[in-house]
Each structure stands twice: as structure tokens, then as C-alpha cells.
């Protein structure tokens, strides 16, 4: 499974809790309300258990967030 | 000039420092100047479309150069601005939209989806500003644009408004039953504003965060507070709000100078904000509200910034702020910082369970008589009549103070300490139990990050006590360890039946643990 389709089925599945949720891969997560303080969290622990990245809080910066494209875009970077 | 209403702080600032910057937002910004015209032609607007002395107006934006527009248009228009959360649900905005009678609703584009869908429950709302568009099912509504708006002549209104007139309704975050909307008037918002750039020593130069909502009563510190000293007052976008790394290059960046939040927001910049890589050399006042500051994150924070002084403000929203507790150093101990002394034009009483005032240095709850004292909740007579305590002067009149349902006791140097909600004070087994003593031992324990306290009613007229805890990342603690921990602290009756461990707390739409939903959440696990 490739990062994107990854992701996208953990935010719709552990932070949206509905598999079923209408989620792009440049769809905004932050104006929406999918993603709080916590989901920020969770998500970050889940990129470092799931690919192996460690993301340092400096990068944790909401132009890495927006989108599923930006967070990927971000991760691509880091490797 | 006299300054009476909250308005007139923007028309000084136009006046003597016209070019300054009132208002920021993701790079943009407002003079005093600009602020004042723009206002002028939103009030001449909300005139022209009906607006009425008294009136509630809605204010459903998320953050934005408008919502300083919003707030201060609807004030000079004669309205009271009635914040509604951009992240509530309908189902909410509409009960406030209809409890308070709002007619008027300035808006965004972006909030088109919500607005359709309020529109479709049985608001009375005849007038929107801030869509591109008419919404299909409601041809009957009046519609404007900003830019319409904007196109009315600013010049300023001559309207004879007083102190005692309306200026904003804040309703309450509703966990406990259906949201109260306070009153307050342009008296006791500029109580608390004029005390507030007073005490703290705001300037002209000084740069004000604005990170609370706008349905938060820690807003108006920092844009009236801030238009008194002729300040600029930075908006932050709630996107920002939830990345600490983020806010704090905000905080460099912008050169933040004063900073007013809630602990939560204070304790993830110190956890996850990268303080030590950021050049806060420009803060010179932290303040904070709205809920405890577990001492040892307090601590670890003012070590983190030793430059900065420190500031515990408290009070309900229906007092906006009454006592205040500026930090002296970082604190040793677990102990909980006071809330401290009363503000200037606060009269502080303390009441025993039967309205008598108590001793000195003795527990009770404490009443606040004084300029920032909300006018009441509206169209709750019955409420109104409950809240106030009354106590006769001569037989001419009346003091009037109001219940803050805190449990408090003044030590040696006159400063209070906050105690507990009078509610969070329970009986269990026949005991008489602080559930807020239960927390702080909680607290107190190096593995656990937060912690909440309530009763669990046990249907026979007493409770028994669950506590939910967050462990710190990496913690292996469990509900033994803990149950052992309070054993060593607390007497047997005060240690909770139930410990639950979670990854999360829900939230209030301010930032506050929902101790009602955990308590909700806690008899459901254990099948009550």
C-alpha cells in the first residue's frame, strides 16, 4: 500500500471514525475540524510506528498538515 | 475625550496614532485609522438594515481582519455582538440564534454549508452579511456582501449610547445542560479592559496575541485591553492554534509581547513548541485563565522563560475577570498557585452555606460585587433572581454581588485560593470529599500528564468517585499504581472506585476538560 492510501485510511478510520468519510488527498484537514491537538498527535505517532520517519516537533507545522498531499509531499522529503 | 464605550478606545486611537496598527492577521493588517472607518460603515450598514439599540447581532466567522470589523461595527451600530463558535454544531447556533432573538448575522463564504443549514431550522434571522450569494431556500433574507458593506459612507455615527448599554452576550460552553447567554455592558467590559492594560502596563508598542475565540471572554482582553493602550493586537488563525511548533514562530515572528491563553495552550507550546529554538525576547507578560495551571507545568514553563513575568487571572465569565495572582517565581511544591487579590472596583465577599460572610481565613464561596459584574443572563428571570446575592445597605438599597460557585480561602497575605466549585465538593459514603484534592494528588504522581475527578451518583443518594487520567507518552503506570499512590495520600473514602486510563479528554469549544462527559462516559463503561 503506498503512503497516501495509508494514511488516508487511518485519518477515516482512527481519527474521522468513519471508514466510510469522503477524504481527498487535498482536502483541507485543519478548517474542517478533522484534525485537533490530539488527532496531531496520534497522526505523528502513527507516521513513526507505521514508515519508520521520526518527525521532530519543528516540523510539525500546519503547512505539513493541510492536506494528505502536503503530509506526503513532507514524509517524501524525509526520506 | 471620555471614554465609556468600548468603541471609543478605536476612535482615540484613530485620532492620536491614526497609522498604527490596530489589528493582524497571516501577514495583513488594519491601522487604528482604517479600523475606525471600516467600523463606521459596517454600524451605518447594520443601521440601514434595521439594526436597532439593543439589538443582538450574530457574529459567525472564523478568524479573520473581520472579526475585529464585527465586533466593534455591531457595538457602534448600537448592538450587542453575539460570538457564535465557528466549530459548534448547528443544532447549538441555532438555540442562541433563537434564545437571544438575533435578527442580524455577519458571516463568511466559507461558512456557507452551516449558514444554509441554520437557515433551514426556525431562526428569525432577516439579514446576513458576508455571502457572495443569496441562499436558495431563503430569498425572504436580506443578503450583502463585505464589499457592499464596506461601499456605506464611515463616517462616525452620533448615536446616544451610554455605559449601560448592551455590548456583547457570551454564551456559556454549555456542559451543564442548555447554554446561558451573560450580558455585559459597555460599563463592565471596560471594567475589566481599563483594569487589565492598567495592571498590566500595556503600551502603545506592546503586540497582543489574540489566540482565544471570540466566544471566550479571554478575547476582550486582548482586543479591548489592547485598543486602550493603542496597541496592535495579532489574530491568530485557529489552524495555527493547533500546532504548537507553528504558533510559537507566530509568537517570534509577530513579537508577541503579552500572551493570554488557557493552561492547555501554554503546556503543548512548552511541550511540543520548540521554545528553546524560537527568539521570544519579546514577551514580556504570559497570562492565563480559565482552569487551573497544574504547578508543575507552570514551573517547568517559567524556567523555560525566565525573562517573562507570569499572571494567574480568574473569575467566571459573568465577572469576566475578578482577582488576579501575578507569579512571584517559579513555584516549588505541588501546591496550587493562588488566585490572588481582588482587582481595583472589586468588592470580595465570602459566604457560608448559609449567605452569612465567614470569618477570615475561613472556607467559602466567594461573591464579587464591582464594574465588571455581568447585567444578567438573558431571558433567564428565574436564574437571575438565584445568582445575586443581596445585601441591604440602610434600608435604602442594595448591594449586589454575584455567586461565583467557588469554594475559596483567603491566606495570611490576602490571597485567595481557589478551593473548588462548590458543586465539586460531593458526599460520599457520608464523607465530604474535594473532588479537586483528588485531582491535584493525581497530579502529583511523575507518569500521570492530566488528570479529572467527578462523582459517580450510585442511585442511593451518595456517589462514589472516578477519576479519568493521560499518562505521560511512554508511561507504563497502571490503575494500581495509581490507586496506591492516592492510598499514601488521601483517605480511603477520597480514593476513586474507578481510575480510567486514556489517550484523550473531550473538550469544551474553550479548551476545558469536559468533566461531564467523562462522567457520562465512565457510567456507561460500568453499566450504570
Known amino acids: 500500500m503506498d503512503r497516501k492510501t495509508a494514511l488516508t485510511q487511518y485519518i477515516k478510520q482512527e481519527i474521522m471514525r468513519n471508514p466510510n468519510a469522503k477524504l481527498q488527498e487535498n482536502d483541507d484537514l485543519l478548517s474542517a475540524g478533522v484534525l485537533d491537538s490530539l488527532a496531531i498527535l496520534q497522526l505523528v505517532a502513527y507516521i513513526e510506528e507505521a514508515f519508520g520517519i521520526k518527525v521532530p516537533d519543528e516540523d510539525v507545522v500546519f503547512e505539513n498538515f493541510q492536506s494528505i498531499n502536503a503530509l506526503s509531499q513532507y514524509l517524501d522529503g524525509h526520506n | 475625550m471620555a471614554r465609556f464605550l468600548l468603541t471609543h478606545a478605536v476612535t482615540q486611537g484613530a485620532e492620536k496614532h491614526p497609522q498604527h496598527e490596530a489589528i493582524r492577521f497571516a501577514g495583513q493588517a488594519l491601522s487604528y ?32 481582519l473581520e472579526s475585529a470589523i464585527a465586533i466593534y461595527g455591531i457595538m457602534k451600530a448600537g448592538g450587542a455582538y453575539v460570538p457564535l463558535d465557528p466549530f459548534a454544531p448547528v443544532q447549538r447556533l441555532s438555540f442562541v440564534i433563537q434564545d437571544c432573538g438575533i435578527r442580524h448575522l455577519l458571516t463568511q463564504e466559507m461558512k456557507l454549508a452551516q449558514v444554509e443549514e441554520i437557515m433551514r431550522t426556525p431562526v428569525k434571522v432577516e439579514c446576513i452579511i458576508g455571502l457572495e450569494t443569496a441562499i436558495d431556500h431563503r430569498p425572504d433574507v436580506r443578503y450583502l456582501t463585505w464589499e457592499e458593506a464596506y461601499q456605506t459612507p464611515n463616517q462616525a455615527i452620533s448615536y446616544s449610547l451610554t455605559e449601560q448599554d448592551l455590548a456583547y452576550i457570551l454564551y456559556t460552553s454549555g456542559s451543564t445542560g442548555n447554554p446561558k447567554g451573560i450580558m455585559h455592558t459597555h460599563r463592565s467590559g471596560l471594567s475589566f479592559a481599563e483594569w487589565a492594560a492598567d495592571e498590566y502596563g500595556l503600551r502603545q508598542e506592546d503586540r497582543l496575541s489574540n489566540h482565544a475565540p471570540l466566544h471566550f471572554d479571554l478575547s476582550t482582553f486582548d482586543f479591548f485591553a489592547g485598543a486602550i493602550a493603542g496597541a496592535t493586537t495579532v489574530i491568530i488563525p485557529e489552524a495555527l492554534t493547533k500546532f504548537p511548533a507553528s504558533l510559537s514562530r507566530l509568537i517570534a515572528d509577530e513579537r508577541i509581547s503579552v500572551w493570554y491563553s488557557v493552561p492547555f495552550a501554554l503546556i503543548q507550546l512548552m511541550e511540543h513548541g520548540v521554545l528553546e529554538s524560537r527568539d521570544l525576547s519579546a514577551l514580556r507578560w504570559v497570562l492565563f485563565a480559565g482552569e487551573v495551571f497544574p504547578t508543575k507545568h507552570l514551573r517547568e514553563l517559567m524556567l523555560k522563560l ?8 480568574y473569575g467566571p465569565t459573568e465577572t469576566n475577570v475578578c482577582t488576579y495572582y501575578h507569579v512571584p517565581e517559579p513555584p516549588v511544591g505541588d501546591e496550587t498557585i493562588p488566585i490572588g487579590l481582588p482587582c481595583a472596583n472589586v468588592e470580595d465577599l ?17 461573591v464579587i460585587r464591582g464594574g465588571v459584574v455581568m447585567k444578567g443572563y438573558w431571558g433567564q428571570p428565574d436564574r437571575n433572581a438565584t445568582c445575586f446575592y443581596r445585601r441591604r445597605v440602610f434600608n435604602d438599597f442594595e448591594d449586589i454581588f454575584y455567586r461565583t460557585g467557588d469554594l475559596v480561602q483567603q491566606d495570611e497575605n490576602g490571597n485567595y485560593r481557589y478551593l473548588g466549585r462548590k458543586d465539586r465538593q460531593i458526599k460520599t ?10 485531582e491535584v ?23 462514589l468517585i472516578g477519576a479519568s487520567v493521560i499518562l505521560k507518552p511512554g508511561s507504563l503506570l497502571t490503575e494500581a499504581d495509581l490507586v496506591e499512590h492516592l492510598n499514601n495520600r488521601l ?38
Open chain 2, 441 to 463: 494528588a493525581l497530579l502529583s504522581h511523575q507518569g500521570v500528564e492530566e488528570a479529572a475527578v467527578y462523582p459517580i451518583p450510585d442511585n442511593q443518594g451518595s456517589n
Open chain 2, 429 to 438: 459514603r457520608g464523607y465530604r470529599v474535594e473532588l479537586d484534592e483528588v
Open chain 2, 491 to 528: 483517605p480511603s473514602y477520597a480514593v476513586p472506585a474507578k481510575i480510567f486510563i486514556l489517550d484523550d479528554f473531550p473538550r469544551t469549544s474553550t479548551g476545558k476538560i469536559n468533566r461531564r462527559e467523562l462522567q457520562a462516559w465512565a457510567l456507561q463503561s460500568l453499566g450504570n
Open chain 2, 306 to 313: 525566565p525573562g517573562v513575568r507570569f499572571s494567574n487571572l
Open chain 2, 33 to 64: 485609522a482604517e479600523l475606525e472607518q471600516r467600523t463606521n460603515s459596517i454600524a451605518r450598514a447594520l443601521i440601514e438594515q434595521g439594526v436597532r439599540r439593543g439589538d443582538r447581532v450574530g457574529v459567525y466567522m472564523n478568524k479573520s
Open chain 2, 350 to 366: 465570602v459566604l457560608d452555606a448559609d449567605d452569612r460572610p465567614v470569618g477570615r481565613g475561613e472556607v467559602g464561596e466567594l
